[in-house]
């Protein structure tokens, strides 16, 4: 009996020191690739892999911008990559090789024409007007993972974030694609609709009012999330139906309970608009090149969508849990792939007027 439980524990022991060996394993590999992210990037021209990922980005707005919604396969949009240091313009409009147009621009090599290169001005990942025209605007994606690893380290506690392995807050190359044409797609809205654009940028500040720390509010969120998660899975009309209106009837109660006035109902919905689309036309894209056998320069665009699987389970369950506008990412991508069944030529009016929640409504009375 001694015997067996002294095997039992040299098995225990030698168990525990492979797990330590391990954990040091990833810890030091971490490490070492958070030191080699965590340098300066300003390179004056693109890479070789960002201008093949330049290419599939116009050439998945070619091939399946209509498609993901009405309009964008032939929209003019130029894309601004950034580093640490320099703008990397392209996708041009005509007007643009004039040459007071591209004043402050220095023309570096081939891509699809030329592309620019200027000192980085105020960059962001949003839509910018340069120039008088708007453009989609991404950090190049060795920077964008840099920041995205750092950002994650710093805000979980040790040892966590030594053993948090760093491919989990990597962006792959086919997810880098589509959170450009989402940006691309922000500036689609700005040209087709600036005066709703404006608007919506104009109530960022009701966030400061908005009563996300209400008791009781983010449970109530949570249960929209859920209503909107089953009308979006949901294969019967009349089922999708009843999850529809459930959710309005929800949402309504929502607003009268917490006494929300219009500035902060329209904060709500003008979000939803603007980044909620944003997010539906990312995942939309992502879904039919994964549907097409084609194969495209840089990525691999999987069936599953493992890039949203947590996005996903949030609406479905914890939607008012999330922090600051990105429940609004959420909601508005599901009311839109709502729409996608429910109601066929909801782009236009979406784009232009309408709210999604007023769209949703109609497709139910009708």
Same mark, same amino acid.
């Given at each position: 009996?001694?015997?067996? /439980?002294?095997?039992?524990?040299?098995?225990?022991?030698?168990?525990?020191?492979?797990? =330590?060996?391990?954990?040091?394993? =990833?810890?030091?590999?971490?490490?070492?690739?958070?030191?080699?992210?965590?340098?300066?990037? $300003?390179?004056?021209?693109? +890479?070789?892999?960002?201008?093949?990922?330049?290419?599939?980005?116009?050439?998945?707005? &070619?091939?399946?911008?209509?498609?993901?919604?009405?309009?964008?396969?032939?929209?003019?949009?130029?894309?601004?990559?950034?580093? $640490?240091?320099?703008?990397?313009?392209?996708?041009?409009? /005509? %007007? !643009?090789?004039?040459?007071?147009?591209?004043?402050?621009?220095?023309?570096?090599?081939?891509?699809?024409?030329?592309? !620019?290169?200027?000192?980085?001005?105020?960059?962001? %990942?949003?839509?910018?007007?340069? $120039?008088?025209?708007?453009?989609?605007?991404?950090?190049?994606?060795?920077?964008?993972?840099?920041?995205?690893?750092?950002?994650?380290?710093?805000?979980?506690?040790?040892?966590?974030?030594?053993?948090?392995?760093?491919?989990?807050?990597?962006?792959? +190359?086919?997810?880098?694609?589509?959170?450009?044409?989402?940006?691309? !797609?922000?500036?689609?809205?700005?040209?087709?609709?600036?005066? &709703?654009?404006?608007?919506?940028?104009?109530?960022?500040?009701?966030?400061?009012?908005?009563?996300?720390?209400?008791?009781?509010?983010?449970?109530?969120?949570?249960?929209?999330?859920?209503?909107?998660? =089953?009308?979006?899975?949901?294969?019967?009309?009349?089922? &999708?139906?009843?999850?529809?209106?459930?959710?309005?009837?929800?949402?309504?109660?929502?607003?009268?309970? !917490?006494?929300?006035?219009?500035? =902060?109902?329209?904060?709500?919905?003008?979000?939803?608009?603007?980044?909620?689309?944003?997010?539906?036309?990312?995942? &939309?894209?992502?879904?039919?090149?994964?549907?097409?056998?084609? %194969?495209?320069?840089?990525?691999?665009?999987?069936?599953?969508?493992?890039?949203?699987?947590?996005?996903?389970?949030?609406?479905?369950? %914890?939607?008012?849990?999330?922090?600051?506008?990105?429940?609004?990412?959420? +909601?508005?991508?599901?009311?839109?792939?709502?729409?996608?069944?429910?109601?066929?030529?909801?782009?236009?009016?979406?784009?232009?007027?309408?709210?999604?929640?007023?769209?949703?409504?109609? +497709?139910?009375?009708?």
């Amino acid at each position: 009996m001694a015997k067996r /439980g002294s095997k039992i524990l040299k098995i225990l022991l030698a168990g525990c020191t492979l797990l =330590l060996l391990a954990a040091l394993m =990833l810890a030091w590999a971490n490490s070492s690739e958070a030191a080699r992210r965590q340098r300066p990037y $300003d390179a004056k021209t693109l +890479s070789k892999g960002e201008l093949l990922m330049l290419r599939e980005v116009f050439d998945l707005q &070619r091939i399946y911008g209509d498609q993901a919604f009405a309009g964008f396969s032939t929209a003019v949009v130029p894309l601004v990559l950034y580093n $640490d240091r320099y703008e990397f313009r392209s996708g041009y409009a /005509g %007007s !643009f090789l004039n040459a007071a147009a591209r004043q402050g621009w220095e023309e570096v090599e081939t891509v699809r024409g030329q592309y !620019f290169r200027r000192p980085a001005q105020g960059s962001e %990942s949003f839509a910018r007007k340069i $120039d008088g025209q708007w453009v989609g605007s991404i950090m190049s994606l060795d920077p964008a993972n840099r920041d995205r690893l750092i950002f994650t380290r710093e805000k979980l506690p040790e040892p966590i974030a030594s053993l948090l392995p760093y491919s989990w807050v990597t962006i792959t +190359s086919d997810q880098f694609v589509v959170l450009s044409l989402h940006e691309m !797609f922000h500036a689609y809205q700005a040209q087709e609709n600036e005066a &709703r654009f404006n608007t919506a940028i104009g109530l960022f500040p009701q966030e400061k009012a908005y009563p996300y720390e209400g008791e009781g509010f983010a449970a109530s969120w949570n249960r929209e999330g859920e209503l909107l998660h =089953l009308a979006m899975q949901a294969m019967d009309q009349g089922d &999708r139906e009843r999850s529809i209106r459930a959710f309005l009837d929800h949402r309504l109660a929502r607003r009268s309970e !917490f006494e929300m006035n219009a500035e =902060l109902i329209a904060f709500e919905c003008e979000m939803e608009w603007l980044e909620g689309l944003g997010k539906y036309l990312e995942i &939309r894209v992502h879904e039919l090149a994964a549907a097409d056998k084609r %194969s495209f320069g840089e990525g691999s665009y999987p069936a599953d969508l493992p890039h949203w699987w947590d996005e996903l389970r949030n609406l479905r369950g %914890s939607l008012g849990e999330r922090d600051g506008q990105f429940r609004f990412y959420l +909601s508005g991508m599901a009311q839109a792939r709502i729409l996608d069944r429910q109601l066929p030529g909801w782009h236009e009016p979406a784009l232009r007027d309408a709210r999604l929640e007023d769209l949703l409504s109609e +497709s139910i009375s009708r």
